[in-house]
């Protein structure tokens, strides 16, 4: 940095207020953050959501563009840090990325109001199109605007904290997580709850403008907020095209390497010093500084890879289990939020309690350490999931594999039937009742018989991979085959369908069309709680209540003397017995990753501020983000991949590489060397000034500067 502007910041930095030892400007920074995060975590929460039931896309194109979203804000850092350390500065850089943040918040919010383009009112957008393109260009904006301040916003509060605020600046990064972690849980909680609102012009919908449209506000509010800050901050100015400079640099030190590569030329202590012939010692220093951290990332995307899987894998998992907690239900997606409510509870108690005790006890609990006890803590925590996975297989219903097919007989005849099955005892099925359960066939082509008069033989042709019901109505030779779900159903929700066994059509509520005699509904599903069925045949109604746990599935037979019993004499045959294992038992998950986040994620963040020369701190922020993106990158590829037969497997082989890379990055820290950027660009100054070729150089610089302003001066007489 120019000596005149260094002055320039230390007069700055000398003027900063303080309070209880932190300086002032931290408090807008942290409100600053605690928004923002607000803002992206809630419009995230309502994402899928909105890709699934707005624009209507399918499961699996929701999913990839929802990961793929989420990559590229880990992906954009770079281009922020370059922006703010090369050309704008981080104050400067943050306005401006956060305005585009703001506007890409505002039109995405635009995006989801269906009335814009719903000209026939019928409650559905005429438009897709438009929709799809705004949100996309929201999202991108969005991107760009998170990713890009994300790495300026921590080195920017680290910049406010002077050298004898050391221990407020180990703090503050604590501090800042904490708020980060607020935001995405009160976020989180509520932004799902506005989405359940109904609102709209011509019709009432699900409100997403909502939704989203608070998430923007508080993208606003934090924009306004770190605004009001800005006569405090310490403000260090960038340093020129410093990216373009660090490439160069490295270009010329390899090549410079490659050209001297024979044996007599002698070597160099490090293959940077290659670049010592044209570039400035300082600036190979800090090169050295950086590349030394950079290297020591490579292993840690892994953590992030399995961190990342919370919000997919566990959430899957979740949907498995019941949440019924006596007094109130937990959704499954909902479990995600025990994270920063764990965050928001460890961070001090690390702080305060555990890490001061371990410095008691005489140990060396380093950053780098704390990192990879940290990823210790995660591998434990897939084992954990595995050993939940293991009980929850126990309960799961016995599913079709590729090769086999399932079937169950439900008999609407007035009359108990025998059915008469390839390789099994003949079957007694009772009037409206069903076989007891699935029955596994190796082969898709059957024979069976029924004791009707006459006899009745029917060959099915089944499918492989699935369920079915042979459902036999009145008229037993109509009997026909319906396919079954053969997995649970999702969101921890419950399947239901009915058959029609009365005399006329039926219109029963939540299905999609009205049923006809003998009929049988695709499935519909619904939520946990009390759920109540009005059924009509357009004279008589009667209702029908029932409670639902979670991931069941049922299928209702309605008889013919349904009216007359006021719907009491509905049949139910459990199809898939609700979830068993309590949600409750992820506890324990959650503990041990949330406890190797704060080791992992609070103390890297710390240490790539500290590791970094003072021009590249935004640089080191994005790197260390970048290995998150990664991380991201791992679970898609993963995903894509396939899974092992086995969930449990394949959470114990995440555990198994996480604890493989701990070890290689145990390694590769214990050679580190921590260091003091400060100190060693002080020193490499300090020996530029008494370096006489460097000292010469740097009077006729100054004797040229002279000179040029007295230039200027005459000019302007
Ligand atoms: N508990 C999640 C969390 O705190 N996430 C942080 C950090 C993510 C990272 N370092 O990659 C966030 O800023 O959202």
């Given at each position: 940095?120019?000596?005149?502007?260094?002055?320039?910041?230390?007069?700055?930095?000398?003027?900063?207020?303080?309070?209880?030892?932190?300086?002032?400007?931290?408090?807008?920074?942290?409100?600053?953050?605690?928004?923002?995060?607000?803002?992206?975590?809630?419009?995230?929460?309502?994402?899928?959501?909105?890709?699934?039931?707005?624009?209507?896309?399918?499961?699996?194109?929701?999913?990839?563009?929802?990961?793929?979203?989420?990559?590229?804000?880990?992906?954009?850092?770079?281009?922020?840090?370059?922006?703010?350390?090369?050309?704008?500065?981080?104050?400067?850089?943050?306005?401006?990325?956060?305005?585009?943040?703001?506007?890409?918040?505002?039109?995405?919010?635009?995006?989801?109001?269906?009335?814009?383009?719903?000209?026939?009112?019928?409650?559905?957008?005429?438009?897709?199109?438009?929709?799809?393109?705004?949100?996309?260009?929201?999202?991108?904006?969005?991107?760009?605007?998170?990713?890009?301040?994300?790495?300026?916003?921590?080195?920017?509060?680290?910049?406010?904290?002077?050298?004898?605020?050391?221990?407020?600046?180990?703090?503050?990064?604590?501090?800042?997580?904490?708020?980060?972690?607020?935001?995405?849980?009160?976020?989180?909680?509520?932004?799902?709850?506005?989405?359940?609102?109904?609102?709209?012009?011509?019709?009432?919908?699900?409100?997403?403008?909502?939704?989203?449209?608070?998430?923007?506000?508080?993208?606003?509010?934090?924009?306004?907020?770190?605004?009001?800050?800005?006569?405090?901050?310490?403000?260090?100015?960038?340093?020129?095209?410093?990216?373009?400079?660090?490439?160069?640099?490295?270009?010329?030190?390899?090549?410079?390497?490659?050209?001297?590569?024979?044996?007599?030329?002698?070597?160099?202590?490090?293959?940077?010093?290659?670049?010592?012939?044209?570039?400035?010692?300082?600036?190979?220093?800090?090169?050295?500084?950086?590349?030394?951290?950079?290297?020591?990332?490579?292993?840690?995307?892994?953590?992030?890879?399995?961190?990342?899987?919370?919000?997919?894998?566990?959430?899957?998992?979740?949907?498995?289990?019941t949440?019924d907690?006596?007094?109130?239900v937990?959704?499954?997606?909902?479990?995600?939020?025990?994270?920063?409510?764990?965050?928001?509870?460890?961070?001090?108690?690390?702080?305060?309690?555990?890490?001061?005790?371990?410095?008691?006890?005489?140990?060396?609990?380093?950053?780098?350490?704390?990192?990879?006890?940290?990823?210790?803590?995660?591998?434990?925590?897939?084992?954990?999931?595995?050993?939940?996975?293991?009980?929850?297989?126990?309960?799961?219903?016995?599913?079709?594999?590729?090769?086999?097919?399932?079937?169950?007989?439900?008999?609407?005849?007035?009359?108990?039937?025998?059915?008469?099955?390839?390789?099994?005892?003949?079957?007694?099925?009772?009037?409206?009742?069903?076989?007891?359960?699935?029955?596994?066939?190796?082969?898709?082509?059957?024979?069976?018989?029924?004791?009707?008069?006459?006899?009745?033989?029917?060959?099915?042709?089944?499918?492989?991979?699935?369920?079915?019901?042979?459902?036999?109505?009145?008229?037993?030779?109509?009997?026909?085959?319906?396919?079954?779900?053969?997995?649970?159903p999702?969101?921890g929700k419950n399947a239901v369908?009915?058959?029609?066994?009365?005399?006329?059509?039926?219109?029963?509520?939540?299905?999609?069309?009205?049923?006809?005699?003998?009929?049988?509904?695709?499935?519909?599903l619904v939520s946990q709680g009390m759920r109540k069925?009005?059924?009509?045949?357009?004279?008589?109604?009667?209702?029908?209540s029932r409670k639902f746990g979670f991931g069941s599935s049922y299928?209702?037979?309605?008889?013919?003397?349904?009216?007359?019993?006021?719907?009491?004499?509905?049949?139910e045959?459990?199809?898939?017995?609700p979830n068993?294992?309590?949600?409750?038992?992820?506890?324990?998950?959650?503990?041990?990753?949330?406890?190797?986040?704060?080791?992992?994620?609070?103390?890297?963040?710390?240490?790539?501020?500290?590791?970094?020369?003072?021009?590249?701190?935004?640089?080191?922020?994005?790197?260390?983000?970048?290995?998150?993106?990664?991380?991201?990158?791992?679970?898609?590829?993963?995903?894509?991949?396939?899974?092992?037969?086995?969930?449990?497997?394949?959470?114990?082989?995440?555990?198994?590489?996480?604890?493989?890379?701990?070890?290689?990055?145990?390694?590769?820290?214990?050679?580190?060397?921590?260091?003091?950027?400060?100190?060693?660009?002080?020193?490499?100054?300090?020996?530029?000034?008494?370096?006489?070729?460097?000292?010469?150089?740097?009077?006729?610089?100054?004797?040229?500067?002279?000179?040029?302003?007295?230039?200027?001066?005459?000019?302007?007489?």
């Open positions: 940095m120019p000596d005149s502007k260094m002055d320039e910041t230390k007069k700055k930095k000398k003027k900063t207020a303080e309070c209880c030892g932190y300086p002032i400007s931290i408090f807008f920074i942290v409100v600053n953050e605690f928004c923002e995060r607000f803002s992206y975590y809630g419009m995230r929460a309502v994402l899928v959501l909105y890709f699934r039931y707005f624009l209507l896309w399918d499961d699996d194109l929701a999913t990839s563009i929802y990961h793929a979203f989420v990559a590229l804000c880990y992906l954009t850092p770079i281009l922020g840090a370059i922006i703010a350390d090369s050309w704008l500065g981080k104050f400067k850089t943050i306005i401006y990325l956060s305005i585009v943040y703001a506007v890409g918040q505002v039109v995405m919010a635009v995006s989801t109001i269906h009335d814009i383009t719903d000209a026939n009112r019928d409650g559905t957008p005429d438009n897709f199109t438009l929709h799809i393109a705004l949100s996309m260009l929201g999202l991108v904006l969005i991107a760009l605007g998170t990713g890009g301040i994300k790495p300026c916003v921590a080195a920017f509060g680290g910049d406010q904290f002077q050298e004898h605020q050391s221990r407020q600046l180990n703090t503050f990064f604590s501090v800042f997580y904490l708020c980060i972690n607020a935001g995405s849980l009160l976020s989180t909680l509520i932004t799902p709850v506005l989405r359940a609102q109904e609102c709209g012009i011509h019709t009432q919908q699900q409100c997403y403008p909502l939704a989203f449209g608070v998430p923007a506000a508080l993208m606003v509010v934090s924009l306004v907020v770190f605004i009001a800050g800005s006569g405090m901050y310490t403000k260090t100015a960038p340093e020129g095209n410093i990216m373009g400079s660090v490439c160069k640099c490295i270009w010329f030190a390899l090549n410079n390497r490659f050209r001297h590569r024979s044996d007599i030329y002698p070597k160099r202590e490090h293959w940077m010093d290659w670049a010592e012939e044209k570039y400035d010692k300082l600036l190979i220093a800090q090169i050295k500084m950086v590349l030394k951290v950079l290297f020591l990332y490579i292993p840690l995307p892994m953590f992030w890879t399995l961190f990342d899987q919370k919000g997919s894998r566990w959430t899957l998992q979740a949907t498995t289990m949440g907690f006596g007094g109130f937990l959704q499954p997606d909902q479990m995600q939020t025990v994270n920063p409510i764990l965050i928001l509870t460890l961070v001090p108690i690390m702080d305060r309690i555990i890490f001061p005790l371990i410095k008691k006890c005489g140990l060396n609990f380093s950053p780098l350490k704390r990192m990879t006890v940290g990823m210790l803590f995660a591998a434990t925590a897939f084992i954990a999931a595995a050993l939940v996975q293991m009980e929850i297989d126990k309960t799961l219903p016995n599913f079709p594999s590729s090769s086999e097919s399932q079937l169950k007989v439900v008999n609407m005849h007035s009359e108990s039937l025998i059915v008469t099955v390839p390789s099994q005892e003949p079957l007694l099925i009772g009037s409206f009742e069903s076989s007891p359960d699935y029955i596994t066939f190796d082969q898709q082509d059957i024979r069976l018989a029924f004791n009707t008069t006459p006899e009745i033989n029917k060959d099915l042709s089944l499918i492989k991979g699935s369920r079915q019901t042979l459902i036999i109505p009145s008229e037993p030779a109509e009997m026909y085959l319906k396919e079954d779900i053969k997995s649970k999702k969101e369908r009915f058959v029609n066994g009365w005399t006329a059509y039926l219109n029963i509520t939540n299905l999609e069309s009205s049923l006809q005699p003998s009929e049988t509904s695709n499935y519909t069925f009005t059924l009509t045949d357009g004279i008589q109604s009667c209702e029908f299928t209702f037979l309605i008889p013919s003397d349904l009216f007359s019993t006021d719907c009491e004499s509905i049949k045959i459990e199809d898939m017995q068993s294992v309590h949600m409750a038992l992820q506890i324990p998950q959650y503990f041990l990753i949330t406890t190797g986040e704060v080791m992992f994620s609070v103390t890297g963040l710390q240490f790539s501020y500290s590791q970094a020369p003072k021009n590249m701190k935004s640089v080191l922020q994005a790197g260390w983000l970048c290995t998150n993106a990664v991380g991201n990158i791992i679970v898609l590829i993963v995903a894509e991949l396939g899974k092992l037969p086995k969930q449990w497997a394949e959470y114990v082989l995440f555990a198994s590489l996480l604890v493989a890379v701990s070890i290689i990055f145990s390694i590769m820290a214990y050679f580190y060397t921590y260091i003091d950027p400060a100190e060693i660009e002080a020193e490499i100054l300090k020996q530029q000034e008494t370096d006489p070729d460097k000292k010469k150089k740097k009077e006729t610089l100054e004797m040229e500067e002279k000179e040029n302003e007295q230039e200027i001066k005459q000019t302007k007489i």
